[in-house]
């Protein structure tokens, strides 16, 4: 089975979190939601617009080698935080050392930029890439596959997000199942 680790951090985008965990627990992957570790943290884990998500793990215990995939969720808070997390930032390098796959959507892309794991073609949320790059930057597609790395503009697109990571890690049946489970004709 498929396993994927998506880390929290204060601010996130519930929109983009909780849709990309449920399609993909939908399609079979096993989904771990990781809390940033410190002194003051805990599992509760509080999202941009007041809604609190219970995660299981402490990233600083977390291993690359347990995960086939990490998935970032944006929200502009969190983004930050995890663009500033040194775990988060090394496990982001270990997971495109380990040739796995790597992802992240609506303000996240910036995060795959500070570890110097972005990709050549990726899309975000608009006004993103002006602290990224416009060079390679695709506003047109809600889902941008290039290698190993998927990125994805915002809230409104985590659905098919989510259908694209199941098609990638588990296959065409599975997000065809999926897709059609959740009536999701507009990926």
Known sequence: MAKVLVPLAEGFEEIEAVSLIDIMRRGGIDVDIA?????????????????????????NLVSSDSYDMIVLPGGNGGTNRLAQNEKVQSLLKEFESKDKHIGAICAAPYVLHVAGVLSHHYTCYPSVEKNIRAEGHNN?????????????????????????????????????AVKKGTLSDFC
């Not at 597609?141 to 697109?157: E, N, Y």
């Open 140 to 176: 047109k597609d809600k889902v941008v596959i290039d290698g190993k790395i998927m990125t994805s503009a915002g809230p409104a697109t985590a659905i098919c997000f989510g259908l694209e990571i199941i098609k990638t890690l588990v296959g065409n049946d599975a997000y065809e």
């Open 35 to 59: 809390y940033l570790g410190g002194e003051f943290s805990n599992d509760l884990v509080v999202g941009a617009n007041g809604i609190i998500i219970q995660a299981q793990l402490n990233i």
